[in-house]
């Protein structure tokens, strides 16, 4: 409508600040819905006092915004430390690039702290005295995760060297201490113990223990008891939760003792576990590990039944040992009763995957198994030799650092009793763990025992989990990043949305906007449900797209039908926002002018796969068609020149095709 100024004077103009008032404040009550609705906590402070805030950042902070509003940032900090450092480094990130992202600690209102990545923006970039916007997402998951992956790797490679040191000893009494002192280490318990049974499930007379009081023979036998229980089951018993009373409070198998030992109940104990030591389907022994504290080890079973398995070799072997020095003793024929012994060790070295080297004081060679003469490559002529100094000249040239893979051998040699473990290098990629315990015949060394392990594929599959949590990080913070510029992206939308409200249509193009913003927080919401997060399938976004842009315009799907092909088409973040925004406009076009008066018609949108990860996207109706003449590439409406800056942004191109209906075609 034109209206002459000149004739009606001066009422018209108020009635146009009327409008354009009327508009601002429709544009600034939508402003306000998307900041309540917001899926990340959003609020704004003045030197750090809270001025306004969302219910998303009142849920993550445990605070009503009543709580919030007026009051010094500070209380929601766990520390002053905490709280001053964000305020440094935020502000000094704001002065460098005009905005600030810190990840930081938030103290929830019933105490429990959460870890949070905080991004800010001011007001005004010329004062930032003005105000400060921020959003407050929760990271505490994502952080988790991360601490649990780090505990795997820890806890596997505690694994590896306990089962190096159990394994080295031939001594029972000596592997038995090894055991009850390793598995404290491995589990994190306070106390542990051991008892070993014969061939018929009787406890024998062997055990250690570190227990406070009583030994374990003394206790451990008692009829019923759990002893009893695990060596008839052959299955391990977790206890979980014991009252003061030695009574036990969680779920337990059929036939598990109810309470527990009083011994064990005198000394606090809350929660143990008890394992079976099995070898080759033979019942060797109990291990028990104790806490005082509850629940300790219901969520390491199976770390602790891996421990276990290498300790019933480990007794396996010293057993064997200990039954050829009986044998020793017993026989009269040193002869026979050595050859004996001898294959039996033979046949345990050779069952390990480690490879296995015995020399005497002297450094002379002893005994050595299959598994060292293939992971050494020694010809079997030098080694049968037993010198030592020429089996090191093959040794030394295989490694990275031959001075000091000598000079440890040298010092152990001076150092009978001493103990080692190190990690070996080849010059060919390959990665040995090495070990070294002097060998002791009642007490008195007699020789030296390595033992190398082949840890190059577990190296690799560490440096791939590695590798696999500096990729997930990065990427949890470029996911961060992108939330932050969405949300500017919404602010220059509505601003340039705002240039074209000159009447009654400023809610239809608000509305519109919302519809934008949908798209590109719906992106987010697919992002954040994927298992990838670096990637969406972009089939169950368009369909969503679909059936809340047919709600907003009231289109019964009866009337137009739509059918979606897009299988297996993800797209990364960066092209993901600006597709979604194009298609939003397409399907908003089609639906509001293709079909007038209730026309019934099809919507088709189709997305292929190209050659060099290029994408066709096709959206294509029957409606009415376009205006003859129609120029995609000309300044027309709102949503055409959106798509055509957002093919841009995609460095991608647009046909535009007019035959019974419209089909548009993007290439990107």
Not at 329 to 346: D, G, I, M, Q, Y
Not at 562 to 587: F, M, S, W
Request: charged residues 30%; proline residues 3%.
């Amino acid at each position: 409508m034109k209206i002459d100024r000149k004739s009606k004077g001066p009422g018209i103009r108020s009635g146009e600040r009327s409008l354009a008032l009327k508009a601002l404040r429709e544009s600034e009550e939508k402003m306000r819905s998307i900041f309540r609705a917001a899926p990340i906590g959003i609020g704004v402070v003045v030197d750090r006092v809270f001025k306004d805030v969302n219910q998303r950042f009142c849920d993550l902070t445990g605070y009503t915004r009543e709580e919030l509003i007026n009051k010094s940032a500070r209380m929601v900090y766990p520390s002053e430390e905490e709280y001053q450092f964000v305020g440094r480094e935020k502000y000094r990130q704001i002065a460098d690039r005009g905005t600030g992202a810190v990840e930081t600690r938030f103290r929830h209102k019933d105490g429990r702290v959460i870890d949070v990545l905080l991004s800010s923006a001011p007001l005004d970039i010329s004062d930032v005295s003005r105000g400060v916007t921020f959003t407050a997402l929760d990271i505490t998951e994502p952080k988790q995760a991360e601490e649990a992956l780090k505990r795997m790797i820890e806890e596997l490679a505690s694994l590896s060297r306990a089962s190096q040191t159990v394994t080295a000893s031939l001594d029972l009494d000596q592997v038995l201490s090894e055991i009850v002192s390793l598995a404290g280490k491995v589990a994190n318990s306070d106390y542990a113990s051991v008892v070993l049974v014969d061939e018929e499930g009787h406890i024998i007379g062997r055990s250690a223990e570190t227990l406070p009081g009583a030994p374990a023979l003394e206790y451990r036998a008692r009829g019923g008891g759990f002893t009893h229980w695990i060596i008839q089951s052959r299955r391990p018993a977790v206890v979980d939760d014991i009252g003061e009373d030695g009574s036990i409070r969680s779920d337990l198998a059929e036939g598990v003792p109810t309470t527990i030992n009083p011994v064990l109940s005198a000394c606090g104990i809350k929660s143990f576990v008890g394992l079976p030591l099995i070898f080759k389907e033979r019942l060797l022994g109990v291990l028990y590990l104790h806490s005082l504290h509850p629940h300790t080890f219901s969520d390491q079973l199976p770390l602790l039944t891996a421990f276990a398995n290498q300790a019933a070799v480990a007794v396996e072997n010293a057993n064997l040992y200990d039954v050829a020095q009986r044998e020793l003793a017993e026989r009269k024929s040193a002869e026979e009763v050595l050859s004996r012994t001898v294959s039996l060790l033979e046949a345990t070295l050779n069952s390990t995957a480690d490879g296995i080297l015995v020399v005497d004081l002297e450094g002379k060679i002893k005994r050595f198994n299959e598994n060292f003469k293939k992971m050494w490559r020694i010809p079997p002529a030098i080694l049968e030799t037993g010198e030592d100094d020429r089996a090191l000249g093959f040794v030394l040239d295989q490694l990275k650092d031959p001075e000091e893979f000598l000079s440890k051998v040298r010092q152990l040699y001076g150092e009978v009793l001493a103990e080692s473990y190190d990690v070996l290098e080849f010059k060919d990629g390959r990665v040995f763990e090495r070990f070294s315990r002097p060998q002791l015949l009642e007490g008195i060394p007699v020789g030296r025992v390595w033992s190398f392990r082949d840890v190059t594929e577990r190296v690799k599959d560490e440096e791939k989990l590695r590798t696999a949590l500096g990729e997930r990080e990065v990427m949890l913070r470029e996911i961060h990043h992108r939330v932050k510029n969405n949300i500017q992206i919404i602010s220059s939308l509505l601003r340039l949305q705002s240039r074209y409200i000159k009447d009654e249509k400023a809610l239809e193009l608000l509305d519109e906007s919302q519809n934008r913003i949908r798209s590109m927080a719906l992106i987010h919401e697919k992002l954040y449900q994927s298992q990838d997060l670096s990637r969406i399938d972009f089939s169950d976004y368009i369909a969503k797209m679909i059936t809340h842009l047919f709600a907003i315009y009231k289109v019964e799907f009866s009337r137009i039908r739509h059918r979606v092909d897009a299988n297996k088409i993800q797209l990364d973040i960066n092209r993901a926002i600006p597709c979604g925004l194009i298609i939003n406009e397409l399907i908003t076009n089609a639906l509001k002018h293709a079909f007038p008066e209730d026309r019934e018609g099809e919507l088709i949108i189709t997305m292929l796969s190209l050659a060099g990860d290029q994408y066709e996207l096709t959206v294509k109706d029957n409606g009415m068609g376009l205006p003859e003449g129609f120029d995609p590439a000309k300044k027309g409406t709102l949503g055409f020149q959106i798509v055509n800056d957002l093919v841009k942004q995609l460095d991608g191109s647009i046909e535009v095709r007019g035959d019974k209906g419209t089909e548009i075609v993007i290439r990107f």
